[in-house]
């Protein structure tokens, strides 16, 4: 059951003023259209691209960051929420990498936020970083927060699921393995791919720290996973 409430409104931040400003002036004049179409085609039309291939453009967001002061977690929250609210997806490429770098600075009260941006032009591209990176260190670092996981895992939107599944991603030794296995048979039978193939992966991920218990799981429940699902699980086993 989905039970998202309203994507929150970017807070008030004169941090993210000034990178907003320098952001918008920096990234348009870099852009290639026949680039963008190819971007665009090969993300299934998800989001228009300018056609910044991501080298240069984490070289123009280097750019654009140079000598701003680091952020708090108010600052973090305006900034991707303002990139997030522009179209183009590169301005969502630069919020998870800013919040990829500046994570550590966000309590637990960040997870509303990471939730809107899952919930926002929703693609693998942006889904699975804030996914393993954001909310995994999210988790991580309140481990309380493990109970809204309990909540994402069962929600009708697919991606806040898939977020689930995989923001565990990261954990090895750590890993829950009883809210792994658990989220994995609980949405065993979901339809869609994406699912099935986070289920996989969030499977194979883990049996690099621990191969036989992955095993052992896939074994005792091959009949519930789907193929795609064991397929991925297996991989490297």
């Not at 988790?139 to 996981?149: I, N």
């Not at 809210?179 to 065993?188: I, N, T, V």
């Given at each position: 059951m989905s039970s998202a409430p309203p994507s929150p409104a970017p807070p008030d931040s004169v941090l993210a003023d000034d990178v907003m400003r320098r952001l918008t002036a920096a990234y348009p004049p870099a852009g290639n259209p026949f680039r963008a179409q190819e971007m665009v085609a090969y993300m299934k039309g998800a989001a228009p691209f300018l056609g910044i291939r991501t080298p240069e453009r984490r070289a123009l967001s280097r750019a654009v960051l140079e000598g701003t002061a680091r952020p708090a977690e108010a600052d973090c929250a305006a900034i991707a929420l303002r990139c997030f609210a522009l179209p183009e997806r590169e301005y969502h490429y630069f919020a998870v990498d800013y919040l990829r770098r500046h994570v550590g600075r966000c309590s637990s009260g960040f997870l509303p936020v990471a939730r809107a941006l899952v919930?926002?032009?929703?693609?693998?591209?942006?889904?699975?970083?804030?996914?393993?990176?954001?909310?995994?260190?999210?988790?991580?670092?309140?481990?309380?927060?493990?109970?809204?996981?309990?909540?994402?895992?069962?929600?009708?939107?697919?991606?806040?699921?898939?977020?689930?599944?995989?923001?565990?991603?990261?954990?090895?030794?750590?890993?829950?393995?009883?809210?792994?296995?658990?989220?994995?048979?609980?949405?065993?039978?979901?339809?869609?791919?994406?699912?099935?193939?986070?289920?996989?992966?969030?499977?194979?991920?883990?049996?690099?720290?621990?191969?036989?218990?992955?095993?052992?799981?896939?074994?005792r429940n091959e009949a519930r996973l789907s193929p795609l699902s064991v397929r991925e699980a297996l991989k490297n086993l």
């Open positions: 919930r926002t032009v929703s693609w693998w591209d942006t889904v699975d970083l804030l996914a393993a990176h954001v909310v995994g260190g999210l988790v991580r670092a309140d481990p309380a927060l493990a109970e809204r996981m309990d909540e994402w895992i069962g929600d009708e939107d697919l991606w806040t699921a898939r977020t689930a599944l995989l923001h565990q991603l990261r954990f090895k030794a750590d890993t829950d393995t009883g809210r792994l296995f658990g989220y994995c048979l609980r949405r065993a039978d979901h339809p869609d791919f994406f699912v099935r193939k986070a289920i996989g992966w969030s499977l194979r991920e883990y049996a690099k720290t621990d191969p036989a218990e992955v095993r052992a799981f896939v074994t």
